[in-house]
């Protein structure tokens, strides 16, 4: 899925650009979305999804899951992962938290698997603050 920012926040999004969706977050009753995103500085970080027009809603290789009011629809490799039993907050936080190399390299292939589907160069993953 691509989106176009039609808002920017600081630096991290600009609008015009275009971003590669890696996970779309939903809350039913709250009726609000949020998209993880490889933002402007290569970050995978979480925006709100009334900042981007959706460009193509290609959600191959995604996945639904919900549990109770919240959803989220994500690639497999990250929902499916051993990892997500490793960590309080699954996948994301031994990502974050613990900078594990496995959890990199399944973010890129994630990465590279949705831009290809896309046809697009996949966005570079800076992490190096």
Same mark, same amino acid.
């Given at each position: 899925?691509?989106? %176009?920012?039609? &808002? =920017?926040?600081? /630096? /991290?999004?600009?609008?015009? &650009?275009? !971003?590669?969706?890696?996970?779309? !977050?939903?809350?039913? $009753?709250?009726?609000?979305?949020? !998209?993880?995103?490889? +933002?402007?500085?290569? !970050?995978?970080?979480?925006?709100?999804?009334?900042?981007? =027009?959706?460009?193509?809603?290609?959600?191959?290789?995604?996945?639904?899951?919900? $549990? #109770?009011? %919240?959803?989220?629809?994500?690639?497999?490799?990250?929902?499916? =992962?051993? @990892?997500?039993?490793?960590?309080? +907050? #699954?996948?994301?936080? @031994?990502?974050?938290? $613990?900078?594990?190399?496995?959890?990199? &390299?399944?973010? /890129?292939?994630?990465?590279?698997? @949705?831009?290809?589907? &896309?046809?697009? +160069?996949?966005?570079?993953?800076?992490?190096?603050?």
């Amino acid at each position: 899925m691509l989106v %176009k920012c039609i &808002e =920017s926040f600081r /630096q /991290q999004t600009i609008e015009g &650009e275009i !971003y590669l969706v890696l996970e779309i !977050y939903g809350a039913f $009753e709250a009726r609000e979305a949020n !998209y993880r995103i490889i +933002d402007s500085n290569g !970050y995978p970080a979480i925006y709100p999804a009334a900042n981007f =027009s959706i460009v193509s809603g290609r959600l191959d290789g995604l996945n639904f899951f919900r $549990e #109770g009011s %919240k959803a989220v629809i994500s690639h497999s490799l990250i929902q499916n =992962s051993i @990892l997500n039993d490793e960590h309080t +907050d #699954g996948f994301w936080g @031994l990502f974050f938290d $613990e900078d594990n190399e496995i959890a990199r &390299e399944i973010l /890129q292939e994630v990465v590279v698997d @949705l831009a290809r589907a &896309e046809n697009i +160069d996949p966005p570079i993953i800076r992490l190096d603050d």
